[in-house]
């Protein structure tokens, strides 16, 4: 981690400095200690970075898969070399606890490996004739340059999910992490690389404020894809001015997914569930639920079970193997949480069970109930350790009150499989869960889609009983 904190870029295969020379601390979220400087790089230094990734391409691509591969293995390797310090960068950076940073980076080394192997299988198909006499043949090829934006919650694997693909399969990559996390996102990405000796201007990393450096990026013609990860707001910009000239762009933005728990649920089982759903990383992921839309017939105790499991939850320094939950990732997001949020909630009527309390950056674990429609606990994605729960009669209303609202994955809670899985079948969103809290998918799931034959699709898990369900 030597060349990761002091205000540098790495640019055509070397750490330099922003054209403008500015820097900007990093701040250690559990206590607030600054553990480094950042560049603070803007559109000359993108200007740069697509550059040097446009030169290097032709080059990449040319090489074997078998060579890119040797690449990728190297750079694995030097995670797993420094897994212990990379892991103890993600608790400083993100504030999350040493399982989610584990998890983190063990999935980052993992997708390097199947990538690797990706690289060196089939680079196509053969196609069904369309006629008697013809062979068709299918081929894929690299798409070029690949830009990347990436979030501060899972900064190490959102990032290394498409670097990783996107390098096996010809691609240059430029990478502006967040500022919030900007080493384990991405310069730590750089040493790596680096050390891994890739050729100069094939991976690419840009620091700096979104404004500035991220908007620069996300705009850029000199791009073959754009691939952004975070809030639906953003990525409505980033849509919006790519669809000038048409061009790519891989967005996975929020949405306020929703847990269902219907009357003849598990009521024991949900609640534990509940717990990752919800509280997992202190409820700041793109897949955790912001909606528990529960029948009236086990509401109360499914209420009782959350309130006592939320009580039991540890909150405090991520370094201590006995915290379950860490602070909040920075002082703007407590107080979207609990200003905008919870208190108008409250002061609406919904009322609270455990919780809505905080101690500078660390947010109790909150349970509200009496939350309705009209509420911001009930539209907004929370990105909060919040279980906002809204009471229905009806397996109608549950579904009616689910669907309307942008969504990424779903759960529903009943006994009765065949009953779970018709709710799920009628909810819109892209996953939806069966007696499960969101599915924690690691790199084995990524799909290959860094070629210009891509895939649009939809997964599904109907039944996936976790082994940490009732560990509390």
């Excluded at 996390?181 to 990405?189: D, R």
């Excluded at 061009?247 to 933005?253: A, D, G, K, W, Y």
């Excluded at 039991?312 to 193997?321: A, C, I, S, T, Y």
């Excluded at 909150?366 to 279980?387: K, N, Q, R, S």
Aim: glycine share 8%; proline share 6%; charged share 20%.
């Amino acid at each position: 981690m030597d060349k990761v904190a002091d205000g540098r870029l790495y640019l055509g295969g070397s750490f330099v400095p922003a054209e403008s020379g500015r820097t900007a601390p990093v701040h250690e979220k559990a206590t607030g200690a600054e553990i480094g400087r950042y560049a603070l790089g803007a559109a000359a230094d993108v200007d740069k970075a697509v550059a040097a990734a446009r030169a290097a391409q032709p080059a990449w691509a040319a090489l074997a898969g078998a060579e890119r591969a040797a690449y990728l293995r190297k750079f694995a390797d030097y995670l797993q070399a420094n897994y212990d310090d990379l892991v103890e960068q993600s608790i400083r950076e993100t504030g999350g606890v040493r399982y989610k940073a584990e998890d983190e980076v063990g999935t980052s080394i993992r997708q390097l490996a199947i990538s690797a192997v990706q690289a060196t299988q089939t680079a196509g198909d053969i196609l069904q004739p369309y006629k008697a006499g013809k062979l068709s043949l299918s081929r894929a090829v690299p798409l070029g340059v690949v830009g990347l934006i990436t979030p501060w919650n899972y900064p190490m694997n959102l990032a290394m999910r498409a670097v990783a693909p996107a390098l096996a399969f010809g691609n240059t990559v430029v990478l502006k992490p967040a500022e919030l996390t900007p080493f384990i996102g991405g310069l730590a990405l750089a040493q790596a690389a680096d050390a891994a000796g890739f050729p100069p201007g094939v991976f690419n990393v840009v620091t700096g404020d979104g404004l500035d450096a991220g908007k620069p990026l996300a705009e850029h013609r000199g791009l073959d894809l754009m691939d952004f990860t975070g809030s639906r707001e953003v990525g409505l910009e980033i849509a919006a001015a790519a669809a000038v000239d048409l061009r790519p762009i891989r967005l996975e933005l929020g949405g306020s997914n929703a847990f269902v728990v219907l009357d003849d649920a598990d009521v024991e089982l949900a609640a534990s569930c509940a717990m990752i759903a919800s509280y997992e990383f202190q409820g700041q992921t793109c897949i955790s639920a912001s909606r528990h839309i529960v029948q009236r017939a086990v509401a109360d105790a499914y209420l009782e079970a959350l309130v006592a499991r939320a009580a039991k939850l540890n909150v405090g320094d991520p370094m201590d193997l006995a915290t379950d939950l860490g602070p909040l990732i920075s002082e703007r997001q407590r107080d979207r949480v609990h200003r905008k949020i919870v208190q108008p909630s409250i002061e609406m009527g919904a009322k609270v069970l455990t919780g809505a309390e905080y101690d500078g950056l660390f947010y109790r674990p909150t349970v509200l109930t009496d939350v309705t429609p009209e509420m911001p606990a009930f539209t907004e994605e929370i990105f909060g350790p919040v279980v906002p729960v809204t009471v229905v009669d009806t397996e109608e209303e549950a579904i009616a009150l689910t669907n309307g609202y942008p969504m990424l994955m779903n759960s529903v809670f009943s006994s009765d499989l065949i009953r779970g899985m018709d709710v799920a079948e009628q909810l819109h969103a892209g996953e939806v869960h069966v007696n499960d809290a969101h599915a924690r998918h690691g790199a084995e799931n990524q799909m290959p889609g860094f070629t210009k034959r891509q895939w649009i699709g939809v997964q599904r898990t109907p039944l996936s009983i976790p082994d940490w369900a009732g560990r509390r």
